[in-house]
């Protein structure tokens, strides 16, 4: 067997299929791979397993929370390049590795590189569901993150030119009179402007809007 899953597909998923949890096992021992998908059918998760990283990386995997238990030590490329690659590709699921060897100079390669966990062979099954249901929650934790941030941006850009100059003028700490100056209009100009800019950045205050810009600083939106 090269690849398993016990997702249950429909032509359309549910809202709650969407949402589970899944875990992705790339472990080139079928008998490994088999048990880990034992265990967490046991528990109640969803998994696809694969037998390499090229069997992962040809798959098209559904967009659902979860994390990635990966062996270290592969036929083709390593569990480490692919680790790699899914950085490269900005995929951020957050990876186990799993090795038999005990490579400690590899264990702080994959943890540098932003791997969540190092579990050497033979585990206990408890410290890998342990580390699986860390993972899982640091991803729906990051996915909450990514949403809420792609609806900020949206709320930005609905602003127009100089609602955004506005804003940018409010967040120094300006006072109206201090804008119209500083931009050439009115003060009641800037005060239209200035409720427009709350109303749409669905800001409760200066300080939430002040915040608010100052994540979108963060995130590279001007």
């Known amino acids: 067997m090269t690849m398993a899953s016990d ?29 880990l998908q034992d265990l967490l059918r046991s528990v109640g998760l969803d998994t696809l397993a694969f037998g390499s990283t090229h069997d992962l990386l040809a798959a098209a995997l559904p967009d659902r929370p979860g994390c990635l238990v990966l062996d270290v030590r592969l036929p083709g490329a390593s569990g480490l390049d692919l680790q790699t690659k899914l950085i490269a590709l900005g995929n951020r699921m957050p ?70 100059e506005v804003m940018q003028q409010v967040v120094k700490g300006l006072l109206n009179k201090q804008i119209a100056h500083a931009l050439g209009i009115s003060e009641i100009t800037v005060k239209i402007h200035r409720g427009n800019v709350m109303r749409k950045m669905a800001a409760g205050s200066v300080a939430d809007l002040v915040r608010k810009t100052e994540w979108l600083k963060a995130a590279g939106v001007n």
């Open 95 to 164: 990876i186990i590795f799993m090795t038999g060897h005990g490579d400690i100079p590899m264990s702080v390669q994959a943890m540098k590189a932003g791997a969540l966990d190092f579990l050497t062979k033979p585990f206990r099954d408890q410290d890998m569901l342990d580390a699986i249901a860390v993972a899982i929650d640091r991803d729906r934790a990051r996915r909450a993150e990514r949403a809420g941030m792609a609806a900020l941006e949206a709320l930005a850009r609905t602003l127009t030119a100089r609602e955004t």
């Open 7 to 35: 997702i249950r597909r429909s032509s359309r998923p549910t809202a709650a299929a969407k949402t589970a949890p899944l875990v992705v096992i790339v472990e080139d021992d079928e008998g490994v791979r088999d048990g």
